[in-house]
């Protein structure tokens, strides 16, 4: 099973940009989809982005959809969201996540593993 490792979070201003960042360990990267969900207080985890395993397949919540762009390189075993043009509703704990097949996610139940999170906060 990947273990992940996410990173890049913090505190910006709304209209400011940031870059997460999820480490994944193990030598079956390449062959796993991987996506990044998050979680706002008091809602549900909720799917932000999905990536395939070759990186030529993606699919966005239509809340980020032209904001955000998903990538990965598996030759460094990490995925990133780039996050632009941030808004408050935004803020959440984000999670990378992995999906145990090569197709892309497309939903927050598509994944069956996850990091610990990693906090954005957006100011407005």
């Known amino acids: 099973q990947v273990q992940l490792v996410e990173s890049g979070g913090g505190l910006v201003q709304a209209g400011d940009s940031l870059r997460l960042s999820c480490a994944a360990s193990g030598r079956t990267f390449g062959s796993y989809a991987m996506g990044w969900i998050r979680q706002a207080p008091g809602n549900e985890r909720e799917f932000v982005a999905g990536?395939?395993?070759?990186?030529?397949?993606?699919y966005y919540a239509d809340s980020v959809k032209g904001r955000f762009t998903i990538s990965r390189d598996n030759a460094k075993n990490t995925v990133y969201l780039q996050m632009n043009s941030l808004k408050p509703e935004d803020t959440a704990v984000y999670y990378c996540?992995?999906?145990?097949?090569?197709?892309?996610?497309?939903?927050?139940?598509?994944?069956?593993?996850w990091g610990q999170g990693t906090q954005v906060t957006v100011s407005s």
């Open positions: 990536i395939n395993w070759s990186g030529d397949n993606t």
């Open positions: 996540a992995a999906r145990a097949t090569s197709a892309t996610a497309r939903r927050e139940a598509d994944f069956g593993s």
